[in-house]
């Protein structure tokens, strides 16, 4: 097979120092790097005329995100996107204290969804979601065992 890894994950958000303080200090991203990207190559990569990109990339337990912000960046809804809408639905965290998690989350400018929480006995676990300061959701898991383990292992 011909790819080599997963580069990065990329974000779009309205506000980038807003975001960046949001996944530095919330969930314990750090900055890695940031670019900024115009001319015609990138209009054409990114099909957007005349783009004007600042992106952030941030770094946690080797997974990479890119935080871009466009000039033309549209302001987002106040719905979050349905779980069950073909795309990307979200990201997973696995967390040692919900609570502690869902209180910094709030405090960096997150949202939370106290409707989605759950204690489930089962798997001896709690889980909610919250939203980033743009909506994207954001899968926060408190459960014992190993961390990379799939739920249910």
């Known amino acids: 097979m011909t790819v080599q890894r997963l580069s990065h ?7 980038l120092e807003r975001s960046l303080a949001f996944y530095r200090d919330g969930l314990g991203f750090r900055e890695v790097g940031r670019l900024d990207v115009t001319g015609p190559e990138a209009s054409t990569l990114l099909e957007i005329p005349d783009v004007s990109l600042r992106a952030i990339y941030l770094e946690r337990d080797g997974t990479r995100i ?11 809804s106040d719905t979050p996107l349905p779980m069950d809408r073909p795309g990307l639905t979200h990201f997973s965290f696995r967390v040692s204290n919900l609570d ?18 759950i204690d489930n006995p089962r798997f001896n676990a709690h889980a909610a979601f919250a939203l980033d300061p743009d909506g994207t959701r954001l899968e926060l898991v408190q459960t014992p065992g190993d961390s990379n383990a799939l739920p249910g292992q």
């Open 66 to 76: 890119e935080l871009l912000h466009y000039a033309t960046t549209q302001r987002s």
């Open 9 to 15: 994950l990329g974000i779009c958000v309205t506000d």
């Open 100 to 117: 502690a998690t869902l209180a910094a989350i709030e405090k960096a400018g997150g949202t939370l969804l106290p409707h989605t929480r």
